[in-house]
């Protein structure tokens, strides 16, 4: 007798959403993920980023950032460079991790980010704060691949509905914010071990989706 296998429903892995669309977003899977099933984890591929440097309105400091260069580490979200003198910041990556401080005046080569912060004419206080955002620039997601190094090792999103982007690249829905999902419901990469999938559970939860 043959063995009917069921897979896995549209959206079966939500446990809460929030209103209307809130939770989700229309995205491009990348040609050649293959066949994909509602609740594949995806990362975001830095293709054409997008990024913007924005200083904070009550900045004292009228100093600037310039050459902004993404390492092969960038996340995708909001990098936050916060002064603790006229002449350091510290660099904070968009999951709240701390990376090396930078010195104001010299060229930061991080792994994440490539830069130089630049005194202006008014010097910088401590709390004075830069956000750099970097966001995919086409949006093509893959499934989640925690030994890549082109932004699919951080976890952006969940699949809502299965797509077939095995030859070319087709739209989607992702859940990126404002849920909560079903661990047991979700699709990981073979071979993913317990660290990285905790980095990337941490990682959606950045993102506002909870997995319980």
Request: negative net charge; charged residues 15%.
């Given at each position: 007798m043959a063995v009917l296998s069921e897979g896995k429903h549209t959206g079966e892995f939500l446990v809460t959403?929030?209103?209307?669309?809130?939770?989700?977003?229309?995205?491009?899977?990348?040609?050649?993920?293959?066949?994909l099933p509602a609740g594949t984890v995806l990362g975001a591929r830095?293709?054409?980023?997008?990024?913007t440097v924005t200083p904070a309105p009550a900045n004292t400091g009228d100093g600037t950032v310039s050459e902004v260069v993404l390492g092969v580490q960038a996340e995708i979200?909001?990098?936050?460079?916060?002064?603790?003198?006229?002449?350091?910041?510290?660099?904070?990556?968009?999951?709240?991790?701390?990376?090396?401080?930078?010195?104001?005046?010299e060229a930061y080569q991080?792994?994440?980010?490539?830069?130089?912060?630049?005194?202006?004419?008014v010097p910088?206080?401590?709390?004075?704060?830069?956000?750099?955002?970097?966001?995919?620039?086409?949006?093509?997601?893959?499934?989640?691949?925690?030994?890549?190094?082109?932004?699919?090792?951080?976890?952006?999103?969940?699949?809502?509905?299965e797509v077939d982007a095995t030859l070319t690249a087709v739209r989607a829905v992702g859940i990126v914010r404002h849920a909560e999902v079903n661990a047991s419901a979700l699709t990981w990469p073979a071979g993913i071990n317990a660290?990285?999938?905790?980095?990337?559970?941490?990682?959606?939860t950045a993102h506002g989706v909870i997995v319980r």
């Open positions: 959403e929030g209103p209307g669309y809130m939770s989700r977003d229309a995205v491009t899977i990348a040609a050649g993920a293959g066949v830095r293709l054409n980023d997008q990024v979200g909001i990098y936050a460079l916060v002064a603790m003198s006229a002449t350091e910041f510290s660099v904070v990556s968009p999951f709240g991790d701390m990376r090396k401080p930078l010195t104001v005046g991080g792994d994440h980010l490539q830069l130089t912060v630049t005194a202006g004419a910088f206080v401590a709390g004075d704060t830069f956000e750099v955002t970097v966001l995919p620039g086409d949006k093509h997601l893959s499934p989640l691949d925690p030994a890549a190094d082109d932004g699919t090792q951080f976890a952006y999103g969940i699949l809502y509905a660290p990285q999938q905790s980095a990337a559970i941490a990682q959606l």
